[in-house]
Structure formats: structure tokens, C-alpha cells
């Protein structure tokens, strides 16, 4: 074995991966590649409560729409909740968001069904930056007062669905494709009980 060549080889990847690294293109490209394993249909979210089961919502809190108003958690009270936590610097939250995106389109026509697409970076700019270079349509909110502890989790992404009685239905810890029939008729049925 010529351990020139091996140190060469292991130079050269070390190199592309420090170049995307400190470019910050490591981001997109590694949530790019997420997310196509998601539409290959192999993760798909589990519909079971594991965590959180049948715990009642805090409704106490604030957030920040893209406008800079400020919304009560509260003022969605009696509607199915898809609330999903996620940043700009995590790649399967990147991952995930065009299956939300197709997810919302599908059912944004019910009035009695809300997303609240809670961005957790530091700056709410860097989220809105990001997002002025999609098409996506559903509606974003900064966790801008502090998160409360229906929201807290332990890693982004972090997802789950509060049904109209204020109950957490669904709680998902990671990242997942929500864009599936099994996931959207659940969501349908919570707003139908």
C-alpha cells in the first residue's frame, strides 16, 4: 500500500469538505440529499404517540409572524395545530420542508386546520432570508419570547399536532415526510372529531 497516495486521497476529501464547510454550502447540499431520501418514501412519520401522549397544550405564548406582529398562541384555541420547530442551520429541517410545504397545500383550505412553522434561529432575518429564495406558502412564526414547554424538544426538527380540544395528538422528534395519505387524512381527521 503507498501511503502517499492514501494521504493524498484523504487530503483531497478533507479539502471539498472544509470548501463546503466554510463556503456554507454543507448546509443545503446535506438537506438537498436529506430530502430526497425522504421522497423515496422510507421515512415516514408514525402516527402513535411516543412522547408527550395525550398531554394538554400550553397555549401560553408569543410568536412573531413575517410581518414582526406579535401572535398569541392562544388565538388558535379549537383548531388542529401542525406546529414544526425548526432553523436554517439544520439540515433535516431543510430536508423535511418541501414535503410540509406540499402537506399544507393539500389542506390549507380548511379553516379549522392552522400550521405554525416556528423558525428558532437567533436572528428572524436569517429565516427569512432563506425562505425569500422559496416558493413555499405555508405560514412562518418566530419563537422570539421563548418557546413553552408543550414546544420545548430536544432536537429540531420537532413536530407535532395539537387537535381542537387542545390535546397533543402527535409528537415527532427528527425528521420525517409528512407529505403522505396516511399523515394527511390523520391531520384531517383531528379537525373531523
Known sequence: MDWKKEFKSW?????????????????????????VMLS??????????????????????RLTDMEGNVVDLKDFKGKTLFINLWATWCPPCRAE???????????????????LMIALDDDFQKSKNFL????????????????????????????????????????HEGMSNFNTKDFEEFLLNQSNL
Open 40 to 61: 423515496t418514501g422510507l421515512l415516514k412519520p408514525n402516527v402513535l404517540l411516543e412522547n408527550k401522549e395525550h398531554q394538554n397544550f400550553d397555549y401560553r405564548g
Open 132 to 171: 425569500a429564495k422559496k416558493t413555499w406558502k405555508f405560514p412562518v412564526y418566530h419563537a422570539s419570547h421563548g418557546l413553552n414547554g408543550s414546544l420545548q424538544s430536544q432536537s429540531i426538527p420537532t413536530t407535532l399536532v395539537v387537535n381542537p380540544a387542545g390535546e397533543i395528538v402527535f409528537y
Open 97 to 115: 420542508m418541501p414535503h410540509i410545504a406540499e402537506l399544507y397545500k393539500k389542506v390549507n383550505h380548511k379553516e379549522d386546520i392552522a400550521f
Open 11 to 35: 487530503g483531497i476529501i478533507l479539502a471539498v469538505f472544509a470548501l463546503l464547510y466554510f463556503t456554507g454550502l454543507i448546509t443545503p447540499i446535506v438537506g438537498g440529499l436529506q430530502s
